[in-house]
């Protein structure tokens, strides 16, 4: 298991509310491996360290682990002091969040996500320099507030691989949208049932697998063979090649594992130059490719059974545990009427639901027309006035305004 761990929480809605801490990792073939799941009463700093306390036990300290978050201040505080070895690193979206609402420059997020994947330096600078020219501000809340080194594949001091966000924590999260209003026990129990069902099914998938890596990985690597047909491969030394040909040369060392295109360094799974070399030198391509995407790994992972917990009459419980007197929470009194269970919609949604509602005499929906999906998108993403729309009888024109002038622009649907 590749040693980058996201941790979150989430809110809980039941009767007695908490918040619910995740800390999971990636398996091999990417997808969700949770480690941890703690109930607390707020997402404080006493939480953090409690429930990352909880979590070096079983995972422990290590320079080559990654810890991924928001920048919660509560969270960063809790890492640097349970984890002293460990970096963190702040989540990419939470940061491209902070930048859209504190600054209103949603039309630089193209250059900040370049910068966010970059694999070398000398690209991350370039995409710096485009935001810094347009938003100075911008560009010294990244490299001052923020730090480069949180954000940025290139300048993280270990290795996050090409995790850049907590999406596998929010992806936990929104599996249990709707025990999130049960009860504390009947919560962990859905959670149990869950890992119980992932566990077996991916271990049938692990068995099935006839390829050397897991079916995400192979798919990724299958396709740079052929890229890496035809590049010239010079040999410098027993283990140092040098690879021409394409966009960018590379200089492969087969025996530490490295290209000079990082890519190779980060991910752990041979880029094309390596690919070249290995052909060259006559070594196994799949040698070369980090044992954490291997199908051995993969299935290791899902090795375990996950049993249920049983009735309470079969628990063990320790004595100590048994005479501690828990108290529940404060239950605050709830607002009149019934609660709400749904979000407030975006801008955006609300306006799907205005157009629909206005032309539903001509059984338009929103949802069967990808060009008018593309249209409002693109107005949202190029200005910071919400677009103007006029209702034709048988088209929508959109207008919008840029943020750097006055002058409108627009377009025009039919339905």
Not at 34 to 48: F, T
Not at 119 to 147: K, Q, W
Request: proline content about 5%; hydrophobic content about 35%; glycine content about 6%.
């Amino acid at each position: 298991m590749r040693k980058v761990v996201g941790i979150d929480g989430t809110f809980l809605k039941g009767q007695y509310r908490g918040v619910l801490l995740v800390a999971t990792a990636q398996d091999g073939n990417g997808q969700c491996y949770p480690l941890a799941w703690g109930i607390v009463d707020s997402e404080n700093e006493d939480a953090w360290t409690w429930f990352l306390t909880q979590l070096k036990e079983v995972i422990g300290d290590t320079d080559e682990l990654a810890l991924i978050s928001d920048r919660a201040p509560s969270i960063k505080k809790a890492i640097s002091t349970v984890f002293e070895k460990a970096h963190h690193g702040a989540c990419a979206w939470h940061v491209a969040q902070n930048i859209k609402n504190k600054f209103k420059c949603a039309d630089i997020m193209g250059s900040y996500w370049s910068a966010v994947n970059a694999y070398r330096c000398e690209d991350f600078a370039g995409y710096m320099t485009e935001i810094s020219h347009r938003y100075p501000r911008v560009a010294e809340y990244l490299e001052n507030e923020v730090g480069f080194e949180k954000w940025s594949r290139c300048h993280y001091p270990g290795l996050r691989y090409n995790i850049t966000t907590t999406n596998m924590v929010e992806s936990l999260n929104s599996m249990l949208v709707n025990a999130r209003d049960f009860p504390y026990v009947a919560l962990l129990d859905v959670i149990q049932e869950k890992m119980s069902k992932w566990w077996n099914d991916r271990r049938i998938v692990a068995m099935a697998i006839t390829a050397p890596l897991t079916p995400s990985r192979e798919s990724e690597f299958r396709p740079r063979f052929a890229q890496s047909n035809g590049r010239h491969t010079l040999q410098l030394n027993p283990v140092t090649y040098h690879v021409k040909g394409g966009e960018l040369e590379g200089v492969v060392d087969i025996f530490n594992k490295t290209c000079t295109c990082k890519e190779f360094d980060i991910d752990k799974l041979p880029c094309v130059h390596a690919i070249a070399a290995a052909h060259h030198a006559q070594v196994s391509v799949y040698s070369l490719v980090s044992p954490y995407y291997t199908k051995a790994y993969y299935a290791f992972a899902y090795g375990e059974t996950i049993y249920p917990v049983g009735s309470q009459s079969q628990w063990d419980v320790p004595n100590e545990v048994a005479t501690r007197v828990v108290l529940p929470r404060e239950v605050k009194e709830r607002k009149r009427g019934r609660p709400k269970t749904s979000r407030f919609p975006s801008v955006v949604q609300s306006l799907c639901r205005l157009i629909s509602r206005r032309i539903n005499s001509k059984s338009f929906h929103f949802r069967h027309s990808p060009t008018f999906n593309s249209s409002l998108k693109k107005s949202f993403v190029r200005s910071e006035v919400p677009p103007q729309m006029v209702f034709g009888s048988d088209s929508l024109e959109i207008h919008w305004f840029t943020a750097d002038s006055l002058d409108s622009s627009s377009s025009r649907v039919g339905w």
